[in-house]
């Protein structure tokens, strides 16, 4: 456990090596058509709101509330609510074939201000750093996600792994 | 002197857990806090906490507060606040002093002691320096008092406060410059750690803070590369341009009044220094005395919770409220919830660390 987290507890980010290396992180296939969650939450802390708010049951945590959560992706519709039920904030959903050559990406966010559907924005990895320009599609902020928003953009999808977030906006 | 059936000292989630749980099996509770709104740190906590369903997982500490408070309106719980806790003498009797200039003596059948942790302080260079400051005063600053403490922040400590105060700092509008940590690996939990990285703050271990300068306020700091002994590494120091440097180095147990009414020492590094030992039950050498929560040893708000139901419950089943078979079962049942946030590779050492403590003879 100790070696495959180097990266995460040395500069804050999981790898793609570590995240290919836990049981948790499974990048939906390129030819899916729906949307599915990822989950990044490699440590095993005690944690199960991914779970027990799925209302297809498709994440598996199990009694122990500290074992890694695990995607049935035939199962996950890519409905969103654990993205915003997550607490740390770990989850998102991808698409590879969005339109054309753009992947798709919907993902937890919590600064203000808020993009604004059709805005330009800059897309960037797991260090924060820019990969590349994106176009927000929807900004989801209802009632049931507690002031935990939820940005649908689409990007290249050659970025289709790398991208997780954006670049926040300034005030 | 007045007299009450269960005094708790503290009106944090520790303490008003207990409140609750001891007025729900039917004992009436008066409760004392020094500061002028209960809750403890729960209202600067505005992240959804981690756990299950039973540990309220997925609400944000801030709403856990508020219905805290609304839960102990309905029952039999008293409040006093802006009442500092001064003494407690011959085991039952505690020294109050209201509003700064009311000083009252409550006689209580138990107290239950849930006054929590204070923020460690890290030394050097400068540190006297406006701008520098513990990592939960910038919390409350930015999230009791919406006032930013600064634009341009070093964070010293990468701990799970280092890191969700970092979080919400960016949220509050700051840039966080760096989190600097003195150990080989980032202490904190990887998804507070993923986010803050992700947010583009670069994270710097085996590094610590060298130096403030700046002339009546921070304006920058210097940190510095430390070696396999903790020595720093002439030539590595790094200016950065910083107008607040918050310290994240820890927390220690506030002992002081649970010692001084004779409870029994106990060394735990892991939870924070010393504590006084207690049992399961959370009842110290002190019959009448019980502790719950960051007093007894350093760990979050959802330990803290589930250790006050079973210092209050405790409390009341020794105060003859509930039935044995009453108290075995919610007693159990709190316990059940206490192992689960203590599992895992972060709370593993936690639990190892409590049962040292209750069986320390």
């Given amino acids: 456990m100790k070696e495959i987290q180097q990266e995460l507890k040395v500069c804050g980010a999981p790898s793609l090596d570590e995240l ?11 030819d899916r058509r729906a949307l599915a969650a990822v989950i990044e939450c490699v440590e095993g802390i005690p944690c199960n709101p991914c779970e027990t708010s799925c209302p297809q049951n498709a994440i598996t945590v199990g009694e122990e509330i500290t074992a890694l959560p695990v995607v ?38 919590e600064y203000l201000p808020l993009p604004k559907e059709g805005e330009t924005v800059t897309m960037v990895n797991r260090l924060g750093e820019s990969v590349c320009e994106g176009t927000v599609l929807r900004v989801v902020k209802i009632k049931k996600m507690d002031r935990t928003a939820v940005i649908h953009c689409s990007y290249p999808n050659r970025f289709y792994e790398e991208v997780v977030s954006i670049r926040r906006l300034s005030l | 002197m007045i007299e009450r059936e269960i005094v708790v000292i ?14 729900r099996s039917g004992a ?83 107290i239950i002691i849930a006054t929590g942790a204070v923020e460690n302080a890290v030394n050097f260079t400068g540190w006297t320096l406006p701008g ?13 008092h919406r006032v930013l403490p600064g634009k341009k922040v070093l964070m010293i400590g990468s701990g799970n406060v280092g890191v969700i105060v970092s979080y919400q700092l960016l949220q509050a509008g700051a840039d966080v410059k760096a989190v600097v940590e003195a150990a080989g690996r980032l202490g904190g939990y990887g998804v507070h750690t993923a986010k803050v990285r992700r947010a583009g703050v670069p994270f710097y271990t085996r590094t610590t803070v060298l130096e403030a300068r700046g002339n009546d306020h921070v304006s920058e700091a210097v ?61 110290t050498n002190v019959p009448s005395l019980y502790i719950a929560g960051d007093v007894s040893g350093v760990e979050e708000a959802s330990t803290a919770m589930e250790e006050g139901r079973l210092a209050g419950l405790s409390a009341a089943y020794s105060l003859r409220y509930i039935e044995k078979d009453e108290y075995d079962s919610r007693f159990n049942d709190a316990l059940r919830r206490i192992d689960s946030l203590r599992s895992g590779m972060f709370g593993e050492k936690r639990r190892i660390a409590k049962h040292a403590i209750i069986n320390h003879i």
């Fill in chain 1, 20 to 30: 290919h290396a836990s049981p948790c992180y499974q990048l939906p296939p390129q």
């Fill in chain 1, 72 to 109: 049935n992706l035939e199962a996950c519709t890519g409905c969103g609510i654990c993205v915003a039920a997550c607490p740390g904030l770990a989850i998102y959903l991808k698409k590879y074939l969005f339109k054309d050559d753009r992947a798709y990406i919907a993902f937890p966010f």
């Fill in chain 2, 28 to 110: 009436s509770v008066l409760i004392i806090d020094e500061n002028h709104r209960p809750g403890g740190q729960l209202f600067k906590q505005i992240h959804k906490f981690f756990g299950s369903h039973e540990h309220r997982a997925g609400v944000r500490g801030i709403d856990i507060g508020t219905q805290l408070i609304e839960d102990a309106s309905h029952l039999d719980i008293e409040v006093w606040l802006d009442s500092e806790v001064c003494g407690i003498f011959h085991e039952r009797e505690v020294w109050v002093v209201r509003s700064r200039e009311l000083s009252v003596t409550v006689k209580a059948k138990s």
């Fill in chain 2, 10 to 23: 503290g009106a944090g989630p520790a303490g008003l857990s207990a409140a609750l749980e001891a007025a």
């Fill in chain 2, 223 to 283: 940190i510095v590369s430390l070696d396999d002994a903790w020595k720093p590494i002439p030539g590595t120091e790094k200016v950065l341009d910083v107008d607040t440097i918050c310290i994240a180095a820890g927390l220690t147990p506030l002992v002081e009044l649970a010692f001084a009414a004779g409870c029994r020492k106990v060394y735990s590094p892991v939870l924070g220094g010393m504590v006084p030992w207690h049992d399961a039950s959370m009842r």
């Fill in chain 2, 132 to 144: 520098v400051m513990g990592a939960g005063a910038a919390q409350t600053m930015i999230n009791i």
